[in-house]
């Protein structure tokens, strides 16, 4: 029979980068667990990357740049400050393509619509495509050939609340179809799903940085907020999604009549249980109670319900408050504009060592015509990244501009 475990690996290390968890001793102490791996697993981890160019360009950030089309994944907040009335954008970015692999790739469709003045709705679609695949049973014989797939999609309402500030909610469909009909010792495999919610804040305000006007912004998002997701019938292992805690902020200034400048840096946190460390036996099984249960040497149970497992996320990790430092990765990004027609773009993303060491630099252009608008990043980093040395793109359409065009 088909081993889910197998599945879910795979799909973490498309997402993201192969990771290897340690078998923790009962001799390891909590203070040497720093340096060690123990990052934070969860299903769909595809919800957590970011599918358009713009953001890709500045190290993954985006929450509180200025608003535009791709807010949604971002912070949806930012729609309601956005001049045009609607528009929409698609994006693609191709998987693993430094290893020779072509059938991978994830796409995205957004758009969104202005109902008032003070309000906006939204919409996007992210479709992501492992390839194709071949099932096997527990001694090589093939079962079967298919395409597993998961996607995402949502709607959002953002609303202005001040001449400073807005808010922001939105529902998300989540569906993991990485089974594709199999068995996992005679309980059938069944696509995972979920339901999930954000909700969000973006405030920025006119600033003077010396001689020059500029602009402040911040921003918060809290994504993902939904039930555990289960692959088999019998619902007996369940896993968290990526909930997650975005915190932003961006300073822009006009450099002349011509020029500007953005410089942006955003915070993530996981709001997901840090695995604990177990004691283990002397042929290093986990050790179990008289329930048979693993008994927690350090940190946390992660077996509690989603809203418990966001507080606890904050306090939990085996190696004290050192590793929940660890938890929280950073972007960094610049974006210059010359006539808001022209953009350059560079960022840089860090992650901890002990938590998928995923560090990397990015660079990207822009490029805005009267109706359509064009960005590319690229990202430079090792060849376990599944996007290195890979080029993605977003194409916009402005119906705005559309409109009057078609009326001159």
């Known amino acids: 029979m088909l081993k889910i475990s197998k599945l879910l690996p795979i799909a973490a290390f498309i997402a993201f980068n192969s990771y290897t968890v340690p078998v923790f001793s009962q001799t390891v102490s909590v203070g040497e667990l720093n340096g060690q791996m123990n990052y934070i697993p969860t299903a769909v981890p595809f919800l957590t990357i970011d599918p358009e160019s713009r953001g890709g360009a500045l190290g993954d ?5 200025s608003q535009d089309v791709n807010s949604m994944h971002w912070n949806p907040a930012k729609y309601a400050f956005i001049q045009n009335n609607s528009g929409i954008a698609v994006s693609y970015s191709p998987w693993l393509r430094n290893l020779g692999i072509s059938d991978i790739d994830l796409a995205y469709l957004t758009g969104y619509l202005r109902i008032s003045k003070d309000q906006v709705i939204a919409s996007s679609f992210r479709y992501f495509s492992l390839g ?41 469909y989540i569906r993991s179809d990485l089974g594709q009909g199999t068995q996992v010792e005679g309980v059938d495999v069944i696509a995972g799903q979920s339901f999930a919610a954000d909700i969000a804040a973006y405030y920025n305000k006119a600033i003077k940085l010396g001689d020059k006007n500029g602009k402040l912004a911040l921003g918060l998002d809290i994504s993902n907020m939904g039930n555990k997701m289960y692959y088999t019938a019998d619902q007996k292992t369940k896993d968290f999604i990526p909930t997650n805690l975005r915190l932003g902020v961006a300073v822009s200034a006009d450099l002349d009549e011509y020029n500007s400048m ?7 946190k996981l709001l997901v249980p840090t695995p604990p460390i177990y004691y283990t ?5 986990d050790s179990v109670d008289l329930n048979n249960n693993p008994v927690i040497q350090s940190g946390k149970n992660p077996n509690v319900s989603v809203l418990t497992g966001m507080i606890q996320s904050f306090y939990d990790a085996p190696g004290g408050f050192q590793e929940e430092l660890q938890e929280i990765t950073y972007s960094i990004g610049a974006e210059y504009w010359y006539r808001k027609q022209f953009a350059l773009r560079t960022g840089y993303f860090h992650e901890a060592a002990s938590k998928g060491n995923r560090k990397y630099a990015t660079f990207g252009v822009g490029l805005k015509l009267n109706v359509i608008g064009f960005d590319f990043s690229y990202l430079v980093a090792n060849e376990a990244n599944p996007l290195a040395n890979t080029l993605r793109f977003t194409i916009s359409l402005d119906f705005d501009a559309l409109r009057k065009q078609k009326s001159t």
């Open 281 to 285: 036996t002397k042929g290093g099984q």
């Open 132 to 172: 194709q695949l071949t099932f096997t049973d527990n001694v090589g014989n093939t079962l079967k050939t298919a395409n597993p797939n998961e996607f995402a999609f949502d709607a959002g309402y953002s609303r202005l609340f001040s001449e400073h500030f807005s808010g922001a909610v939105a529902f998300r």
């Open 61 to 65: 950030a985006g929450v509180a740049t």
């Open 262 to 268: 953005t410089v942006t840096m955003d915070f993530n």
